[in-house]
């Protein structure tokens, strides 16, 4: 059962809160991608004609009355640098609501939030190892029932539905084995079971995936990675084009509070307005790298949706427009992972992704180390594997990187 809010609260919510909710302007909906990502959610200011954003650096607004106000009580439930991010991912996304979180996993958490106890939602196996964490230790003990599948067989995703499941939720390409779910099966059975269609669109960005498209309820993000694109905030956003849900997502929002600081909106407001042209850059190099890869390793050892040796490449080219720059690879084992990360110059061997800057990482003892060992190697994550979120910098340079870097492996 979705969060029993009683109606009037919740449409006066959604009243209350129609700009935040990125109701999108007619104009915005006729121009080309990259105009959008530029304007999309934004004007320049009323007061001054700053064309960028101003940073509404305040947690409350003088009232004019007793019940009169100029839209904006308290900055936990409405800020304006904030709605212009919403307004401008939801536009990008072909959503209508737009709700701005300090964190893609307090994004993730709020979203769970829709659901009561007894409730059963339907995930996939490999998703970002904070992700189980989230589920497993936190909000299984409020009694919400989580049900593990290989969301690359849709019948498999079909077979786990239950008369309590309420929910399907998936990443598309996974993290870190690249694994693609097929939307258009996940939302038609979302759509008969009467579930919600949840997706994770981090890695493919709308740039080069819709899931609204295929049936999706809710698509969400971190804005940390790719949206951002510059490794230097944290944030989560969440899109939806039905009202009711975004009421209660609004509710969620301000009643629970994990909302981010105006400068952060604005870092990734920034973001935005390069996002079509970093990601085309990603893609190139994302392309090259895998295929220098595949011939120095082998194809069977390189996990990219843009190559031909992976098995679902065809989905890849069906329901995604461009592959990104996220590769896997595995290695024999955990020495030679060290030896690689520990010779890369260009990149930097860190958490994250989705930054400008080539970054390198080992799973198996990062992103997925709260992940119980024996899952992991059921699920793929083995010792040896490496993960590459690869920049924007000169292709030559990231090739030569990684050629020395795997001398001796």
Known sequence: MLLNIPRGVYLLALAFTESSMARIFDEDLRTGFGTRAVHAGQRPDPGTGAIMTPIFQTSTYAQEGLGRNKGYEYARGRNPTREALERNIATLEGGTHGFAFSSGMGCLDSIMKLLQSGDEVICAENMYGGTPRLFDRILANFGLVFRYVDTRDPQRVEDALSPRTRAIICETPTNPLMRLTDLGAIGEISRRAGTLCIVDNTFATPIFQRPFEYGADVVYHSTTKYLNGHSDMIGGIAIVKDDDLAARLQFILNAAGAVPGPFDAWLALRGTKTLHLRMKAHDANGRRVAAWLAQRLGEERVIYPGLNSHPQHALACRQMTGFGGMISIQLPGREDAARL????????????????????????????????????????????????????????????????ALQGV
């Open 341 to 404: 990360l520990g010779r890369v110059r260009v990149f930097a061997l860190a958490e994250s992704l989705g930054g400008v800057e080539s970054l390198a990482c080992h799973p198996a003892s990062m992103t997925h180390a709260s992940v119980p060992p024996e899952k992991r190697a059921a699920l793929g994550i083995r010792d040896g594997l490496v993960r590459f979120s690869v920049g924007i910098e000169d292709t030559e340079d990231l090739i030569a990187d990684l050629d020395h």
